[in-house]
């Protein structure tokens, strides 16, 4: 069976023309073999020099065992002939395939030649239209050997072989084809990472944070990234620290939140360090021969002294610093973790003042260059229009996800036995609609020690996989057995889910503490969000929602 990025697809259901492509996806994947890889759902961006971007979507890229890469446009349902060759119509215009088809081509192997270095690169395109039968192929704008129609869709997998054989002279480009189309496809597992399920159930364009960013070149190189919920900060961390590793510099990724720290160790590539900044200080104890307790009182400020008086040595030393969750540090930690990093090493900070939940001020950084993001990647546009209307932001977010349709519901609770109803009855909803109980994420307004729910290991029929504070032999963090993950808002900072029940939400005044809560809870859906709030809470959000 061929390899498929991203995966979780088989999860996914879909109507009209997505449902179709789901089939072509299935079909392939059973008739090639591993020696094939397939990446479905391509999203990128080309700026051209008159600051004009070119959008485009690939259906498939496959990538064939000699690395020979093959673009797939598929075209669902009818199709119109003409004297300009094939066309679609959509609701609103008719476009011509063959210069949407040239067009995507061009655009992605422009970006391809251009990673690749000038090493050599082979591409080529395919139009697959299942459900129609192309009567003049000589006139439709495309090769005739390059069209599978309804005539020829049994012989899809076939003809993909002949274009893309098994043996032959492997490109010396292969592994960063590869790179390339992962990186395009962003294939850090953010959105089930937590909820244990692999994959994406949406891409974002490759033209955004993650990108550009590692484009600014400055000496020394300092760069503060400021980006919204959701616009790629963690994307972008990995990115570099992948790339660091490649280029065989050692990274060092640093963040507040132990969760986030835990999920970024396990996907990380081997050849630098992941750790919190309290990690990383036991980790410096250790080596000079101190043996700490965690179970003293003042520990954790007795690391951070340490620290503050510690001058590393070359052997302590890296290439790349990436400080995650840097609206969390407290002043001075910033300073502290540049001694780590040798001369002509780069340092990137990435923050959301938004998500500053902690009330510290701002590192003070008056020679790094600043970079910012309003753009929400991952949240539905419903969700970022109602958070924009509930919340008086500073910053309205702007929404890039490609999802629409999901409306926020807010359910009003009085007490603590219609807070246990409600959330169960959220769940049940949840399931209703078609999610999982791993796609569910119950995300608590209260930090775990002032939770109603945290005596509760089930909820009516769900049992709950709740954090225990523990780690096994490997440093993994340790959760009690259960179908619906439930955690707080401080600790599920940073991580997201499809389904979000954020619950528990109650506050005397909608002030800056209260606003960032919610925010912070609220942007951790990519699909589907449900806010359960307390009565007079939720009068005063309905009140800003109709105002």
């Known amino acids: 069976m061929a390899k498929v990025f991203p995966d979780g697809w088989r999860e996914l259901t879909a109507t009209g023309a997505a449902a179709s492509e789901l089939q072509t996806l299935a079909e392939l994947a059973a008739g090639l073999d591993d020696g094939y890889t397939i990446y479905h759902g391509v999203h990128w961006t080309r700026v051209e020099q008159h600051n004009f971007a070119i959008f485009g979507e690939i259906d498939f890229a496959i990538v064939g065992p000699t690395g ?12 119109n002939e003409t004297v300009d060759g094939l066309k679609k119509s959509y609701a609103d215009k008719e476009k011509s395939v063959p210069i949407q088809m040239a067009r995507n081509t061009d655009a992605l192997h422009h970006k391809l030649r251009r990673y690749c270095k000038g090493e050599p690169t082979l591409v080529d395109s395919l139009l697959y239209c299942p459900h129609y039968t192309v009567k003049q192929p000589g006139s439709a704008g495309i090769d005739p050997a390059r069209i599978v129609d309804a005539t020829k869709k049994d012989h899809l997998v076939p003809i ?19 790179r390339f189309l992962g990186d ?11 909820v244990g399920e692999a994959g994406a159930l949406y891409t974002r364009l490759s033209g955004g944070l993650s990108e550009w960013a590692r ?3 400055s000496d020394p190189f300092r760069l503060r990234v400021i980006g919204t919920a959701g616009s790629g900060k963690t994307q972008l961390a990995m990115a570099v620290y992948r790339d660091a590793i490649r280029e065989g510099r050692r990274p060092l990724y640093v963040c507040y939140n132990r969760p986030l720290a835990d999920h970024i160790a396990l996907i990380a590539p081997a050849g630098g360090e992941v750790a919190t ?16 307790d965690f179970r003293q009182q003042g520990i954790y400020a007795h690391i951070e002294a340490a620290l503050d008086a510690h001058t590393p040595a070359e052997e302590g030393r890296f290439d790349e610093l990436i400080i995650d969750e ?4 407290q002043s001075g930690w910033v300073e502290n973790l540049l001694r780590f990093l040798r001369p002509g090493g780069r340092a990137w900070l990435l923050e959301d003042p938004m998500q500053n939940l902690y009330g510290r001020p701002p590192a003070l950084l008056p020679e790094w260059v600043s970079l910012r993001s309003d753009t ?11 958070l924009n209307r509930m919340l008086p932001l500073e910053r309205p977010v702007e929404a890039g996800s490609p999802l629409t349709g999901s409306e926020v519901e807010i359910v009003s609770y009085a007490d603590a036995k219609e807070l246990i109803a409600k959330t169960i009855d959220a769940v049940t909803h949840s399931i209703g609609l078609g999610f999982k109980r791993s796609h569910i994420a119950l995300i608590s307004y209260r930090g775990r020690e002032n939770s109603k729910l945290t005596p509760y290991d089930k909820l009516g029929p769900y049992s709950l996989r709740a954090p225990t504070g523990q780690y096994d032999l490997l440093g993994n ?11 707080s808002v401080l600790r599920f900072k940073g991580r997201a889910a499809p389904c979000v029940i954020f619950t528990e939400i109650d506050f005397e005044t909608l002030d800056d503490k209260a606003i960032r809560r919610i925010f912070v809870g609220a942007t951790r859906a990519t699909m589907k969000l449900t806010l359960i709030v307390s009565e007079a809470s939720t009068r005063v959000l309905l009140d800003r929602l109709s105002g």
């Open 68 to 79: 020979k890469l093959l673009l797939i446009e598929q075209k669902s349902g009818l199709l």
């Open 160 to 178: 993909i072989k002949s274009i893309l054989p098994a043996s032959g002279d492997v490109l010396t480009a292969k592994e960063k084809i590869y």
């Open 184 to 194: 395009m496809l962003d294939l850090v597992p953010e959105v089930h990472a937590v």
């Open 215 to 217: 484009k600014i070149e």
């Open 277 to 292: 900044y309290h990690q990383f200080g036991d980790r410096v104890c250790r080596a000079l021969g101190q043996t700490l």
């Open 326 to 329: 840097g609206q969390d540090f």
């Open 376 to 386: 929400n990647y991952r949240s539905p546009k419903d969700i970022l229009d109602t």
């Open 477 to 487: 963090p340790m959760f009690t057995q259960g179908d619906v993950l439930i955690d």
